[in-house]
């Protein structure tokens, strides 16, 4: 093929499985829930995989966190070997993250396994395990090579550098498969955050694990040139929503310009929901009806969605609160209700102690008030006074 060729790499991108993850901890789930969290996350992931083969993309990149290395179980390891061997000659690309890095006994290794009694991992299955840029080329197709660097167990903590495309891997379509930190892996970006963190690689696409939230890199033309899926299965309180995995289509036309079209796909059978209703000013009649009617617009799926619902404002003093339990029966498959909630102690000080309730109020808004002082004021007002020493050292020097 020759740079005047054009060119059509598709893929199935899908990150953060963390497949057999406590993460589910957080939202409060029974035990047998829990346990059926588990097992919904593995059928997510071979419904994914099923799918790519239906599409019969060119190749599944999994650019780390597949599986959570501190409580995986064999049984699961053996049950993800199967599901890709249904790719048959699909190429699958594995990148180790900051929640299955690569240590002595993981189980991306030849060795644990076997010593686990699991067989290898499939033929199809390539897993980059250096620290280094490795860059290996597609099995069907010459002019697309794929390049990553795991995350060594002793390094997890950290985010990789953005590594550099050399000049002798380059090829008609570049694609990177980048795991970032622990750190990285608690938070959500926004798509500035995530330019900003690492930058704008030079290869044709870089598929980037670690990020709770769904977030893309584009470069000054407007096209993605990263991305990171976020969290495939929702697993914790900071991870609402629907969760996804991308189909994409990269193009390489015959005048060297790039095209990318990403289509998101819902896998996970739950969302996480996060809603609430603020008491104050409200009327103790009205609290069913607001109840009813934010959950409504919420549009959590009964049976299906896992709702959090946080009560937040005050309340008169006296009056019978008891909306957490009403949220509670509610018939969606887990209800976490936190109630932040406080009688309103305020509207029943006598006359001489209301002073001293509009002395607070007044304090509380002082306090939002200074908090939203805008930064860039501080900012020029530290600029200026660099500027007044640099003037006053200049004067002494004369």
Not at 8 to 15: A, G, N, R
Not at 82 to 92: K, Q
Not at 240 to 249: Q, V
Not at 285 to 312: C, H, Y
């Amino acid at each position: 093929m020759t740079s005047s060729d054009s060119i059509k790499f598709t893929f199935l991108q899908l990150s953060d499985m963390r497949l057999d993850s406590n993460s589910s901890l957080s939202l409060h789930l029974s035990p047998a829930q829990r346990h059926q969290r588990l097992d919904e996350s593995l059928e997510a992931f071979e419904r994914a995989i099923d799918m790519a083969r239906d599409k019969n993309v060119s190749a599944v990149l999994l650019p780390g966190n597949l599986f959570d290395a501190e409580t995986v179980k064999a049984k699961t390891i053996s049950a993800v070997q199967t599901i890709l061997t249904r790719l048959d000659a699909i190429p699958a690309y594995i990148t180790p993250g900051a929640l299955d890095p690569v240590f002595n006994d993981s189980l991306l290794q030849p060795a644990a396994l076997k010593a686990r009694g699991l067989k290898p991992w499939p033929a199809n299955v390539h897993i980059f395990t250096g620290p280094k840029l490795q860059t290996v080329v597609h099995p069907e197709m010459s002019s697309v090579r794929i390049s990553s660097l795991a995350i060594l167990k002793e390094r997890r903590e950290q985010d990789p550098p953005t590594p550099a495309l050399e000049e002798h891997d380059r090829a008609a379509l570049n694609i990177l498969l980048m795991p970032l930190g622990v750190e990285s892996s608690k938070r959500a970006f926004s798509d500035e955050q995530l330019k900003e963190l690492i930058g704008l690689p030079h290869f044709s696409y870089t598929a980037v694990s670690g990020p709770l939230s769904q977030s893309r890199v584009r470069g000054e033309d407007g096209r993605v040139r990263a991305a990171a899926c976020g969290t495939f299965v929702a697993q914790s309180v900071l991870e609402t929503g629907a969760r996804y995995a991308f189909f994409a289509e990269l193009t390489r036309n015959i005048n060297g310009k790039f095209e990318l079209d990403i289509e998101c796909a819902e896998f996970d059978p739950r969302r996480i929901i996060s809603c609430g209703l603020d008491l104050s000013n409200l009327e103790s009649s009205d609290w069913q009806t607001e109840l009813e009617a934010t959950l409504a617009q919420s549009e959590a799926r009964p049976k299906q969605d896992i709702v959090l619902f946080e009560l937040r404002g005050s309340y008169p003093v006296g009056v019978d609160h008891n909306l957490p339990a009403e949220i509670r029966k509610k018939d969606f498959y887990h209800v976490k209700c936190t109630d932040k909630t406080r009688p309103d102690y305020f509207s029943t000080l006598s006359p001489e102690n209301k002073i001293e309730a509009n002395l607070v109020r007044m304090m509380q808004s002082k306090v939002r008030e200074l908090s939203s002082i805008d930064k860039d004021a501080i900012e020029e007002e530290e600029e200026e006074e660099e500027e007044e020493e640099e003037e006053s050292m200049d004067e002494k020097a004369r």
